[in-house]
């Protein structure tokens, strides 16, 4: 078995309810947003909206005329920005069942015409084919930024009347508000890495989470928390129960028999990864290099800029491959999601600066019902990989100890590391 903590040629390794001064998670956290009142979701609509329009104002400058490649990994902004109006309109305000919440699925739900031209054959993401994205006639960026007001604005007066009518109170009442608000912040996360593979300079502030950056080493390092966590055998529940927001791939809760194991308390860093490429020669993500100068170093690219790579981050812009690669090297293995998440209820557990990939397929748990939003889960079935924990450029209203990403195992565009396990 290699040694996975082996020295790296080059430099030696440096030395809200997340509440932590790296912004990074210890032990199992769960989203306040998910069971928030009114008052609560409605400045988080603001919140979130604000960071939209910060990213819409920086693109603009790193990237005038707004033009991506047609790649599976990019949509055009233009479209995204217009797509998380629409969302927001369609679920919020043109839903005339959006008080019944996860129960309109099953009545059928009726919307109300658009008050944006042609909105729907622009921006509905069911209908509009990606590769047809670039060929619409979208609206420019101040029609964009006028869409997006005008929307937020009759959603919050909607959530105001649903409480002056006695309501906007149960799980159900404020299901779409809920839902609105993890959407806005997924694709807000999607902005960011999509300039990170262009190289765009975006600000740092609108970038990471307060107090976390995926290219820092951690905190959990200097306090000697990257050594490994045992974990006791039992049975885990897995997946989501009691009030609160879930989507409807975290239903439903069931039982799952884990056998004990030993995890790594961290994501794998840099200084555990980078032997693994120079002994097998393994290709290296694109966003890293080891420069040969006046000073041999390791180097990351952020945003465009060149930078020394602090060894004691967690290795990112890895995808399911590389991750399988490695632990194959090391002799190690990825858990699997259950272990995951049972793993993350030791108060040892450090997570939040990069995905992490699982063992896991992205399968639906038994009892699964799918909820109106029916695009969200049920079409990706079997193809993609689980995900779990969640990257610095993941809004605190997104981070979840229960919430399952996922994508397809080859992507490396994405904040994504890994942890592993014992053999």
């Known amino acids: 078995m290699n040694d996975s903590t082996g020295a790296v040629a080059g430099p030696s390794p440096s030395g809200t309810a ?63 920005w217009g797509h998380i109006a629409w969302f927001q309109e369609w679920w919020t305000v043109r ?32 209908e509009v084919a990606h590769d047809r994205r670039w060929t619409l006639a979208l609206p ?17 007066d909607h959530l105001q009347a649903l409480h002056d009518a006695g309501r906007a109170t149960s799980d159900d009442d404020l299901y779409f508000w809920r839902l609105v608000l993890q ?102 993500p694109p966003h890293v290099r080891f420069a040969c100068g006046e000073q041999e170093t390791w180097q990351v690219r952020q945003f465009g800029q060149w930078q020394a790579l602090d060894l004691q981050a967690p290795a990112v812009h890895l995808n399911a491959l590389d991750a399988q690669a490695w632990c194959q090297w090391a002799g190690r293995r990825l858990p699997t999601e259950a272990e995951w998440e049972c793993a993350a209820q030791q108060p040892r557990f450090a997570w939040g600066q990069v995905w992490e990939w699982t063992a896991s397929n992205f399968l639906p748990y038994p009892g699964f019902e799918v909820h109106p939003y029916r695009d969200y889960s049920e079409p990706w079935w079997h193809g993609h990989r689980v995900l779990r924990g969640a990257c610095a450029a993941t809004s605190v209203h997104v981070v979840d100890v229960r919430y399952r990403n996922f994508f397809v195992h080859d992507r490396r565009d994405i904040f994504a590391g890994f942890r592993s396990v014992a053999v």
């Open 183 to 284: 959407h806005e912040d997924m694709h807000n996360e999607a902005s960011v890495y999509m300039a990170q593979d262009l190289g765009l300079a975006l600000p740092h502030t609108l970038c990471w989470r307060e107090g976390a950056a995926i290219h820092a080493g951690t905190q959990e390092s200097a306090m000697g928390l990257n050594g490994s966590i045992q974990v006791p055998a039992q049975v885990h529940t897995l997946g989501h129960s009691g009030p609160g927001f879930a989507f409807d791939n975290e239903r439903q809760a069931h039982p799952v028999t884990v056998a004990a194991f030993e995890i790594d308390a961290a994501a794998v860093s840099w200084a555990r990864y980078l032997p693994f490429v120079q002994d097998t020669g393994h290709a290296l």
């Open 95 to 126: 839903n005339r069942q959006r008080h019944l919440g996860t129960h309109s699925a099953l009545s059928g739900a009726v919307f109300d015409a658009s008050h944006w031209l042609n909105a729907d054959a622009l921006f509905n993401s069911s």
């Open 140 to 156: 420019d960026l101040a029609e964009t930024q006028a869409y997006l007001a005008q929307t937020l604005q009759r959603s919050l």
């Open 18 to 80: 997340l509440g932590r001064s790296f912004g990074g998670c210890l032990g199992p956290v769960h989203s306040a947003v998910r069971t928030a009142g009114l008052e609560a979701l409605a400045q988080a609509l603001k919140t979130s909206r604000t960071r939209t329009l910060g990213l819409m104002q920086a693109w603009q400058m790193a990237l005038p005329d707004l033009s991506v490649p047609p790649l599976p990994s990019m949509n055009p902004p233009l479209w995204e």
